[in-house]
């Protein structure tokens, strides 16, 4: 008898996903987020059409990342290895390092200095990885730790490890099973690209499986300062508060740009300021909290609806909310007024509510 039981991504997608079923999964239940109504965001977008917010930071490390880990860590093991690394904004790195703790193999995690929000770098020390902090970006990280894959046995598990998309691809075949076909369109931030084009291959799948209609068209966001696929041009010392998506040289650039011309989709970049308006904006008209770079796909459809690249009147929205508020405690707490300071007293409270 089937208990019903959740069991995670392979468990559920295992025999469409193009990677060794040779050892049992390595897994923490991810996947399977909910994809929540947003009315009053839609409205404070102009309204006329329905959008859903997939709350990816409700994964167990907090960000859509593990939907790629269970994958790459269970190949890992498969393949024999002992060891795993990888560069990171943050995300990926919390995310390898319980996988690879859950598969007792060790991890190392390359970070940018200084440069990485404080829920995800106490995950990756909580989960006990070897955190390495660089004189440098996420994309000095990356070409880093290529190289020491290609001369030792360490298994990288970057996005550039195809059985990260394998995993990844399943939030698109949750999207189409809950609304019964795939949604008009697609919002998500870009950084280096392994998402967009995660998505783009799951929905792909889905289309020539018979399980969707269509196919969405693809909005993608970056930050201005982190914006190399929307100028066209590699950005050497990329800047944003948004951390995550801090990446100059995506390594899925290709890819990203062929889902973006396939989907008949569009790219364009949000300001920080842009950021945070939709940051604030989602927690306080949906109650969801999520990570700035995970607003920059929701600020990157309010940018698209106002100058018209996007006519959303009747259609159908799914924007993608990569990575949980918490992940970022800072980015909530600094840019904000200090919270009310009163005596513990009655009078003071009522005094303080204005009654
Ligand atoms: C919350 O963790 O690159 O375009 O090293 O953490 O697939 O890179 C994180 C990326 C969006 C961009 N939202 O996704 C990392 C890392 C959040 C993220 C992205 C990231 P990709």
Redesign the pocket.
């Known amino acids: 008898m089937s208990s019903g039981h959740y069991l995670g991504l392979i468990h559920r997608y295992g025999h469409r996903m193009d990677i060794s079923r040779s050892v049992e999964p390595v897994s923490l239940c991810e996947g399977n987020t909910p994809l929540i109504p947003a009315p009053r965001l839609a409205g404070a977008f102009g309204g006329g059409f329905e959008l859903f917010l997939k709350y990816e930071g409700l994964n167990p490390t907090g960000?859509?990342?593990d939907r790629g880990m269970t994958t790459a860590i269970t190949q890992a093991v498969a393949d024999g290895a002992k060891a795993v690394i990888?560069?990171?904004?943050?995300?990926?790195?919390a995310s390898a390092a319980a996988y690879a703790a859950r598969a007792g193999l060790t991890c190392a995690v390359l970070v940018p200095d200084g440069k990485i929000a404080l829920g995800?770098l106490a995950g990756a020390i909580a989960y006990g990885a070897h955190v390495i902090a660089i004189e440098g970006s996420?994309d000095d990280g990356l070409r880093m730790v290529r190289e020491v894959a290609d001369r030792s046995t360490i298994a990288l598990v970057?996005?550039v490890n195809p059985a990260r998309l394998q995993g990844q691809k399943t939030a698109a075949w949750e999207i189409s099973e809950a609304l019964g076909d795939a949604p008009d369109w697609l919002c998500?931030?870009?950084?280096?690209?392994?998402?967009?084009s995660?998505y783009w291959l799951g929905f792909n799948e889905a289309f020539e499986a018979g399980d969707i209609t269509k196919r969405p068209q693809v909005l993608g966001a970056q930050a201005a300062g982190a914006a190399p696929i929307v100028t066209g041009k590699r950005v050497d010392h990329p800047e944003t508060a948004a951390t995550?998506?801090r990446?100059g040289n995506?390594a899925r650039w290709q890819q990203a740009l062929d889902a973006l011309k396939d989907s008949c989709g569009n790219i364009d970049s949000v300001t920080d300021e842009q950021i945070f308006d939709a940051y604030r904006l989602v927690a306080r008209t949906e109650g969801v909290f999520c990570?700035p770079?995970?607003a920059a796909g929701l600020a990157g459809l309010k940018k698209a609806i106002e100058n018209g690249v996007v006519k959303p009147e009747g259609k159908r929205f799914v924007a993608i909310l990569?990575?949980h508020g918490l992940?970022d405690p800072d980015s909530a707490v600094l840019n904000a007024p200090a919270p009310l300071r009163i005596a513990a007293d009655t009078d003071a409270l009522l005094k303080a509510l204005n009654v």
């Open positions: 960000s859509f990342k990888c560069a990171s904004t943050g995300n990926t790195a995800k996420f970057n996005s998500l931030p870009v950084g280096n690209a392994g998402n967009i995660a995550a998506i990446i995506p990570e770079s995970s990569t990575g992940k």
